[in-house]
């Protein structure tokens, strides 16, 4: 599976972004599908996930009410649909895919075999 991750940028604080992974190899119904970020000196981090099937939904307390992630099947891409952007939510993105079963794990990046190169996300005060 090969991962694409794309749609970062530099925006203000309050504004908009919306990342898209594109996958290629397997399709995104056969997979758990989860966003990641790193910000410099700190470890990656749990942003937003969901299982496949595309039913259930995960997402860190840093961000839920603000991003929303979800899957077109159609084009076999994952969007994070980030609003409301903080400083503080600056770092670079990946997007990940694994098989997991085991819920408790959907948070834990170890739970996820493929990942994307990443894409840049700043946001300015």
């Known amino acids: 599976v090969q991962l694409q991750a794309s749609g970062g940028g530099l925006v203000q604080a309050g504004g908009s972004l919306r990342l898209s992974c594109a996958a290629s190899?397997?399709?995104?119904?056969?997979?758990?599908v989860g966003w990641f970020r790193q910000a410099p000196g700190k470890e990656r981090e749990f942003v937003a996930a969901f299982r496949r099937g595309g039913v259930a939904t995960y997402y860190s307390d840093s961000v839920k009410g603000r991003f929303t992630i979800s899957r077109d099947s159609a084009k076999n891409t994952a969007h994070l649909q980030m609003n409301s952007l903080k400083p503080e939510d600056t770092a670079l993105y990946y997007c990940?895919?694994?098989?997991?079963?085991?819920?408790?794990?959907?948070?834990?990046?170890?739970?996820?075999?493929?990942w994307g190169q990443g894409t840049q996300v700043t946001v300015s005060s």
């Open positions: 190899g397997r399709t995104f119904n056969s997979l758990n």
């Open positions: 990940a895919a694994g098989t997991t079963q085991i819920t408790s794990t959907m948070r834990n990046p170890l739970a996820y075999s493929y």
